[in-house]
């Protein structure tokens, strides 16, 4: 079975500084690999996606994600964090159509 | 605003009685997905449909839980006899048609139920 995991509960950053949210894949096949952000009280908001190509793929308000198939990971990235990014990340991979999920990392920036 | 859209946004049932929600979803997307997301977890696949058709269901969906998508548009998940374990939010998306590879899937603000 796929599955998709997140090892950090949480990361702190402080404002400006470079942030990376990790995220690991099992699959089986060629791997589908989304990064959503929620913020409190609000639905999932896609902010990139990696199907087939370059390895880092760019997304909104400029996240970026570094796939790596060697190590089977797929992080999120920002080179200067923003104390409006605090919001809980959820890297999943697509399985057939639906989406399978990590369990999400709450990102804490500080200024 | 053309996203997808939920109804209610907040529902609180007592345990036994029955509940169900909307999703309204993109006007241009055939797919419409359901899922659940408790505190601390992320989404949970319930099922999916393409136009009106219920293409998956996921062995989380107990027979207490049904879903439909009448004319390819709108879908509704009912449940009924809630108990308090159903307490959950409840999210929709949508997304063009699938195939390889897939599109993104955009999401809803929810449903938050509680069950007392």
């Known amino acids: 079975a796929q599955s998709v995991a997140q090892p950090e509960d949480q990361v702190n950053v402080a404002e400006g500084n470079p942030l990376t949210v990790k995220c690991t894949y099992s699959?089986?096949?060629?791997?589908?690999l989304f990064w959503y952000v929620q913020y409190p009280n609000r639905g999932l908001q896609f902010l990139l996606k990696y199907i087939t190509g370059d390895n880092l793929v760019k997304g909104s308000y400029g996240f970026e994600a570094e796939f790596n198939k060697s190590q089977t990971s797929f992080h999120l990235k920002k080179p200067s964090a923003l104390v409006s990014d605090s919001a809980l990340y959820f890297c999943a991979s697509n399985q057939g159509g639906k989406l399978i999920f990590g369990q999400g990392t709450e990102l804490s920036v500080k200024p | 605003d053309t996203g997808v859209s939920q109804d209610p946004r907040h529902k609180i049932t007592k345990r036994g009685q029955n509940v169900t929600f909307r999703c309204d979803p993109i006007s241009e997307h055939n797919r419409l997905y359901w899922y659940r997301q408790t505190l601390g977890q992320g989404p949970e696949f319930l099922t999916y449909?393409?136009?009106?058709?219920?293409?998956?269901k996921s062995r989380l969906l107990s027979d207490r839980f049904s879903a439909e998508r009448p004319k390819g548009s709108f879908s509704t998940l009912e449940i009924q006899r809630t108990e308090q374990g159903d307490s959950a939010m409840y999210l929709c998306?949508?997304?063009?048609?699938?195939?390889?590879?897939?599109?993104?899937?955009?999401f809803g603000p929810g449903t938050r139920l509680t069950v007392t």
């Open positions: 699959v089986s096949g060629n791997p589908y």
């Open positions: 449909f393409q136009n009106e058709a219920q293409l998956e």
């Open positions: 998306a949508s997304s063009l048609l699938g195939g390889t590879p897939p599109h993104e899937q955009y």
